[in-house]
């Protein structure tokens, strides 16, 4: 018996999920390696440089948006199902958000590639961040609004098998599984109060001519008022792979209960009220609010170095239950020939390299010398694009076949995937990281200039280019063999009752070590409020006492 | 560790002078004709009794004005006082390889002070999405030394 036999509604539901969540991967991916080829000129033919910032726009949108989203919906559906012992509540309720998510998507997604064909009214070069007054196709908006909006519904989904679990466990601790995804629900409830207000109270009406002008910071703002938040939304589930899942891949049990639960009550915290920290580089915001900013930021070092402990203490001793011995000697104890678990770890290893340049980001000041560099893409390709993106794909290796009740084909296939995940990614994310200390800007087709030569401080321009084109081919590969290995297990793996071992043991220190505050959500809910209401309330008011509206800039086609 | 690193950046801010932005002064960005925009360049003044300058530059779809057509000319070794703002969509105003890096937002004016130590010329980078000919978008400062600098290209 797997996730498949026992749980049959909710693991169509996940799979459904996972079919977008991968067709958005593929085509996004692609976007990527044509991107990489261009910006370093190896290789312009395939579109035009006024072309790119399409494509641009549908790599960050199908990848930090619909991939991630659409993944998590997937892993929560699994996790929380399994973790309370029940079927969603209602499936005409779940599939309803699943159904609007896809609807919102698809609309996003054909104004962007509308930005292909010649002459198409029908564009939104906008970029993930769709700053005005640069105005996409009033479609684009309204399905984004929609994708937003399904997901809250995933979330009380969520919560309303949480809430009816609860009736009959009056007394037990919220299961892990479900704990983590929850948090994660309040965290992504806080924070896209400010995308859906960007986005239904100013860009949609906007965009369809009901006012003309709009003042653009304060879109701007509300949008990074989401957009770090956002950043955790993807991170999350990542740490619940981390927490839930590796240690049992390492052939052990997570280390403790308390510390996973406590890790992401910070995360609730602190997500949000971190946003301004986008904005070091605008004017009309006070050096005051942007150093509150920084602090926040600041402080979630700690959760992220509270799971580096958690995380690594519980592989060591999978490792030790597995006969490593030593102070580092039992690193070579671990399943390095298991797909799911190489990709995890290697993942965390990357975490910490995106953490450092990271830390760099945070520090405003020294933040000016790559604001809007092409440094920025590299530490967050070593954060989502790798932390994230490779632990979701290496944690399919194991979820796929307990939703499919198939067997992995190609494990062979399956295991170089995450070691050319790394490759690729340290050899584009370093030039990346390099070329952004010269100056070279990020979002941009042609990175080179006529009155001027970048001058880096290590390694030349040609070699970084180099890096950065053989880096993003590599990456494709490993994206191809990713969907190659997943395609042909779910059509063609052997079926089997239990496809892998999807056993979970106990935590070495449990939930009854655990201080019961940490499952009160309505006290940690209400202390992320205040939080945010500090960072924002009166900013937000000097931006909007001289009117909603004002000062007014005119739209400009993307 | 956190204490550190904030510790870090403020001494940067208090000790080395290495200040962000963050005035709050709105302009109505169709109509900078009335405003010394409406007459970038760059101009002399007078503060605390000594000669100083102010630089008013509009970024626009897809040039500095003044920095794409003719170079920005400003002094070594003398305060300079960047004013920026941009009539149309978001722009950035990047010195390159330097830390002289802002947004400039269509309502709002940038304002950051700097000295350029020795002559020298620095390119200026849009690092802000602004459009399908983003790319193109590219400045010139051109620091002369102080005995050099020609007044004559100065404005009102």
Known sequence: ?558 | MIVFFIATVVYGFVAMDLKVIGNYETIDPQNLSDTPFGTPGVKEVTKNGATEYEVYVQTLQFAFLPGTSSPITVPADTRITFYITSPDVLHGFDVAGTNLNTMAIPGQISKFTTIFPEAREYGIVCNEYCGPAHHIMEGKIEVVPKSEFDKSNLVE
């Open chain 1, 1 to 558: 018996m797997t996730f498949l036999h026992q749980y049959p509604k909710a693991a169509k539901v996940a799979k459904a999920n996972f079919i977008v969540a991968f067709i958005a991967l593929a085509i996004g991916g692609l976007f990527g390696f044509i991107q990489a080829l261009h910006r370093t000129d190896v290789f312009r033919g395939f579109f035009n440089s006024g072309e790119y910032y399409t494509l641009l726009t549908g790599h960050g949108v199908l990848l930090a948006l619909i991939f991630t989203t659409f993944f998590i919906a997937g892993l929560f559906v699994w996790g929380v199902t399994r973790s309370l012992d029940r079927e969603p509540e209602n499936m005409t309720f779940t599939w309803s958000w699943f159904w609007l998510m896809t609807i919102g998507l698809i609309m996003t997604a054909v104004t962007i590639l509308g930005g292909l064909v010649p002459d198409s009214s029908i564009r939104a070069a906008v970029l993930y961040t769709f700053y005005p007054p640069l105005q996409a196709h009033p479609a684009f908006y309204i399905g984004l609004a929609l994708v937003i909006v399904a997901s809250w519904m995933a979330g009380a989904d969520w919560f309303w098998s949480y809430n009816k679990w609860r009736k009959n466990h009056p007394d037990e601790r919220i299961p892990i599984l479900t704990f983590m995804a929850l948090f994660t629900m309040m965290m992504w409830y806080v924070c896209t109060i400010g995308v859906a207000v960007e986005v239904v109270g100013l860009l949609i009406p906007w965009s369809l001519g009901w006012v003309t002008e709009i003042e653009p910071l304060l879109p701007r703002t509300l949008f990074w008022y989401f957009g770090h938040a956002v950043v955790y939304f993807w991170l999350l589930p990542a740490y619940y792979v981390w927490y839930a899942i590796l240690p049992k891949l390492s052939g052990g049990r997570l280390f403790s209960d308390a510390m996973t639960r406590i890790v992401f009550v910070i995360f609730l915290l602190l997500s949000t009220p971190v946003g301004y920290h986008h904005q070091y580089a605008d004017p009309g915001i006070s050096v005051g609010f942007k150093f509150y900013a920084m602090a926040t930021t600041m402080l979630l070092l700690l959760p992220s170095l509270m799971t580096l402990f958690t995380v690594v203490a519980s592989m060591e001793h999978g490792a030790r239950q597995r006969g490593g011995k030593g102070y580092l000697k039992w690193i070579g104890k671990l399943p390095w020939d298991s797909p799911a678990f190489v990709g995890c770890a290697l993942a965390g290893i990357m975490f910490a390299a995106g953490g450092f340049s990271g830390m760099i980001n945070a520090s405003m000041n020294i933040n000016l010398l790559i604001h809007n560099t092409i440094w920025v893409p590299g530490h967050f390709h070593l954060t989502v694009g790798t932390a994230v993106a490779l632990t979701f794909m290496a944690i399919s290796y194991w979820l796929i076949p307990q939703l499919t009740g198939r067997k992995l084909k190609f494990k062979t296939l399956a295991l170089i995937q995450p070691y050319a995940w790394f490759l690729g990614m340290t050899l584009m994310s370093n030039a990346m990281h390099r070329a952004g200390l010269a100056g070279v800007p990020r979002r941009t087709a042609e990175p080179q200039y006529s009155g001027f030569e970048f001058e880096p401080i290590f390694g030349t321009m040609a070699e970084m280019d180099w890096q950065i084109a053989i880096g993003g081919t590599i990456l494709t590969i490993s994206l191809i063999l990713f969907l190659w290995v997943i395609t042909a297990s779910w059509m063609g793996g052997e079926k089997s009752d239990r496809p892998v071992d999807d056993y979970i043991p106990e935590p070495l220190s449990g939930a009854e070590h655990t201080p019961k505050i940490l499952d009160n959500m309505k006290l940690w809910f209400a202390l992320a409020i205040i939080l945010v209401l500090l960072a924002y309330s009166f900013p937000l008011w000097e931006m909007i006492s001289d009117g909603i509206f004002e000062p007014g800039a005119l739209p400009r086609p993307s």
